[in-house]
T-cell receptor
Framework: DVKVTQSSRYLVKRTGEKVFLECVQD?????MFWYRQDPGLGLRLIYF???????EKGDIPEGYSVSREKKERFSLILESASTNQTSMYLCASSRQGAEAFFGQGTRLTVV | SQQGEEDPQALSIQEGENATMNCSYKTSINNLQWYRQNSGRGLVHLILIRSNEREKHSGRLRVTLDTSKKSSSLLITASRAADTASYFCATDGGTYKYIFGTGTRLKVLA
């Protein structure tokens, strides 16, 4: 059974902290994605990676960075968390041109 | 932003009725996909339609694509209470970088 696993379902962090969200897939997919989901705004793409060490900015990359050192792992980093980064974060992976598989999401609260 | 839009934003129907939701997008595409999200969970893929296809079926789902109008529709026939969810379309903008719309919230009343 295909799987995308996000390290935490719920996370509470303080303003200014450095936050790491981890995502692992077991399907040998080339592409991996990080989205944030907010009410009324749908899913917005933060970053996309199409190969190890390769990344592309999405629509809202400000305040975020990513790391993909291994094919199966894609990390989202909040360099200095702020309250406006409180959101649901969704990781996904896919083969080129094929369906995406999603993790269960991480609900991050920044206080 | 390349984000597409689903229409309507919310839809409430009786069990057994058909539900139709629409998606408009902005750029050329290789494919368009529809996903379902149950409350507070990750998204689940429903169907993928390629840019050279006009219609596709999967069980009770029917998807159409009109690339000249940059629009797609998802029809769920004979809806059930279990179909209650949010539905999203996603396009690749020709680059395999999947961009999602704002979603349609469907409520099916028993």
């Amino acid at each position: 059974d295909v799987k995308v696993t996000q390290s935490s379902r719920y996370l509470v962090k303080r303003t200014g902290e450095k936050v790491f969200l981890e995502c692992v897939q077991d399907m040998d997919h080339e592409n991996m994605f990080w989205y944030r989901q907010d009410p009324g705004l749908g899913l917005r793409l933060i970053y996309f990676s199409y190969d190890v060490k390769m990344k592309e900015k999405g629509d809202i990359p400000e305040g975020y960075s990513v790391s993909r050192e291994k094919k199966e792992r894609f990390s989202l980093i909040l360099e200095s968390a702020s309250t406006n980064q409180t959101s649901m974060y969704l990781c996904a992976s896919s083969r080129q041109g094929a369906e995406a598989f999603f993790g269960q999401g991480t609900r991050l609260t920044v206080v | 932003s390349q984000q597409g839009e689903e229409d309507p934003q919310a839809l409430s129907i009786q069990e057994g009725e058909n539900a139709t939701m629409n998606c408009s997008y902005k750029t050329s595409i290789n494919n368009l996909q529809w996903y379902r999200q149950n409350s507070g969970r990750g998204l689940v893929h429903l169907i993928l339609i390629r840019s050279n296809e006009r219609e596709k079926h999967s069980g009770r789902l029917r998807v159409t694509l009109d690339t000249s109008k940059k629009s797609s529709s998802l029809l769920i026939t004979a809806s059930r209470a279990a179909d209650t969810a949010s539905y999203f379309c996603a396009t690749d903008g020709g680059t395999y970088k999947y961009i999602f719309g704002t979603g349609t919230r469907l409520k099916v009343l028993a």
